[in-house]
């Protein structure tokens, strides 16, 4: 997606060899009109895969998640990383570990709002190692739901995370694939 990658190139921030800061414009401060054309370009990619729902992890993947549902017309779902008093027991869990945070989530959804007829489509922000990915398709197929996409903005290709998801067979769709974030230089797949 060229405006995304136009984005990146102007105000992206190298940190290391392994981590990209888009705080002026995804992770801190969100740019609403690239969230309204991120919605809408996941929505026309995945059209016709009679999606039902729309899932994303909290935080920053909420912003681009609710500009995809809107388009598609669907619910979104925010996954939460902890379980809160306002659950009860009847929920879905998956542990997920950040190699980024170096923290464990244990990643919660309430049974009220999925059923094993639904078709859904994770959205984030980043997939690095593809951990939160994991537990976010554990507890839609833990439900009997199934994953009829997954929708990133940020791919960092270097990592483990795509070669994961494209093995088992998950239809994914990222809009700007970084190849390489070596020598303070951002190169993208293509
Ligand atoms: P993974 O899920 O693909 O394995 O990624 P990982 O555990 O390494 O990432 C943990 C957190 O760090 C995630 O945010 C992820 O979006 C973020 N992250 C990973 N790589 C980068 C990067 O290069 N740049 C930035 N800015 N973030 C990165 P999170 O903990 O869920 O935080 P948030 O959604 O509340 O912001």
Do not use: C, W
């Amino acid at each position: 997606m060229k405006l995304l990658k136009d984005m990146i190139l102007q105000k992206g921030k190298v940190i290391d060899d392994n981590i990209l800061k888009v705080n002026s414009f995804i992770n801190h401060q969100v740019d609403s009109k690239l969230m309204k054309e991120i919605g809408l370009e996941f929505a026309n990619h995945f059209k016709n895969e009679e999606i039902t729902k729309v899932f994303t992890i909290e935080s920053s993947g909420i912003a681009p998640a609710v500009m995809t549902s809107y388009e598609l017309d669907v619910p979104m779902i925010i996954l939460k990383k902890e379980t809160s008093s306002t659950l009860n027991n009847d929920i879905y869990q998956a542990k997920i570990k950040s190699f980024t945070k170096n923290k464990i989530y244990n990643l919660t959804l309430s049974k009220d709002y999925i059923s094993s007829n639904d078709r859904i489509l994770i959205i984030d922000d980043f997939l690095a190692n593809g951990e939160a990915a994991k537990g976010a398709i554990k507890i839609i197929e833990d439900a009997g739901a199934t994953v009829a996409g997954i929708g990133i903005v940020i791919e960092k290709s270097f990592q483990s995370g795509r070669a994961y998801l494209d093995n088992l067979g998950y239809n994914v769709y990222s809009l700007a694939r970084i190849k390489s974030l070596k020598e303070n230089n951002i190169e993208f797949v293509d």
